[in-house]
């Protein structure tokens, strides 16, 4: 079975811009969660899809947007970019449960100058 | 808010000894989850071990297990026989509504 793959795996934006990054989890997987990880705040929830339903969010502004698609497929987008928003972009895929494992992508670095 | 503590930014370990990770957290619900993460430098993050708060046998899986202390709201990693492969972020968590992860513990595993 093929992992969770994300795609870009690196990208440099400018200020203002804006940014999409794509997600595909897990053949099988329904639910899709996204992850802001920085050395200085660590890893934090950004937000959860499931059957192409926002299922929970995190704390960070609305500039953060996602959707998941029928195939399950996630995309977050970024909004007016600040150099606060350079981070390593993580996504995870489960089937579904609380408690089930969450297979992580390798994640995509973007940098903001 | 749920809260999630890794007191040990660091921990070294003689490869074949025992090491133990500390995690504390914060919340006010009876029913969650908690997981360890293992994240190998510039390798994807991997689950470790994970528990089930109304299980109050300790989980176990082959060198690793876990001391979940649910009154002190505790879930300390222990590493055993410890391997150089064993070497990454460990990054505790916890699970109710949404995921909530610790600041990670850097394992450095001496030969």
């Known amino acids: 079975k093929a992992g969770v793959t994300q795609t870009p795996r690196y990208l440099i934006k400018t200020r203002g811009q804006q940014v999409t990054l794509s997600c595909s989890p897990i053949s099988g997987h329904r639910s899709v969660s996204w992850y802001q990880q920085t050395p200085g705040q660590g890893l934090q929830f950004l937000f959860e899809y499931f059957s192409e339903t926002q299922r929970n969010k995190g704390n960070f502004p609305g500039r953060f947007s996602g959707r998941q698609f029928s195939n399950s497929r996630s995309e977050m987008n970024v909004s007016t970019l600040e150099l606060g928003d350079s981070a390593l972009y993580l996504c995870?895929?489960?089937?579904?449960?609380?408690?089930?494992?969450?297979?992580f992508g390798p994640g995509t670095r973007l940098t903001v100058l | 808010a749920q809260t999630v503590t890794q007191s040990q930014p660091e921990m070294s370990v003689q490869e074949a000894e025992t090491v133990t990770l500390s995690c504390t957290y914060d919340?006010?619900?009876?029913?969650?989850?908690l997981f360890w993460y293992k994240q190998p430098p510039s390798r994807q993050m991997i689950l470790v071990i994970r528990q089930e708060a109304y299980k109050q046998q300790n989980a176990t899986e082959n060198r690793f297990s876990v001391n979940f202390q649910k009154a002190a709201k505790s879930f300390s990693l222990k590493i055993s026989d410890s391997q150089l492969g064993d070497a990454a972020m460990y990054f505790c968590a916890y699970r109710s509504d949404d995921m909530r992860f610790g600041a990670g513990t850097r394992l450095t595993v001496k030969p």
């Open positions: 995870a895929s489960t089937t579904g449960g609380p408690y089930n494992e969450q297979f």
């Open positions: 919340t006010s619900e009876s029913d969650y989850y």
